[in-house]
């Protein structure tokens, strides 16, 4: 299984990480979507890159999007 893992920067502050998101579970938390072949997680990551991007207050730039394997 793959997944996308969003690395957001900011100034002055520590790196935050998280995953792409399919939803959320009934006690609240987020699903982190999954994927079972790497190129459908890659062209997901293709898009998320081309899309616009606002920053959110002192984020330094855009997220890097990469695919990882999960298990």
Same mark, same amino acid.
């Given at each position: ?6 690395? $957001?920067?900011?100034?002055?502050? =520590? ?16 699903? $982190? =979507?999954?994927?079972?072949? $790497?190129?459908q997680a890659e062209a997901l990551k =293709?898009?998320?890159e081309g899309q616009t991007y606002h920053l959110a207050h002192n ?13």
């Open positions: 299984m793959y997944a996308i893992r969003i690395t $957001r920067q900011f100034f002055g502050q =520590a790196d935050r990480k998280s995953y792409v998101t399919d939803g959320f579970a009934p006690n609240g938390d987020e699903i $982190r =979507a999954e994927f079972k072949h $790497r190129a =293709a898009q998320l984020e330094s730039g855009a997220p890097e999007y990469k695919v990882v394997r999960v298990k």
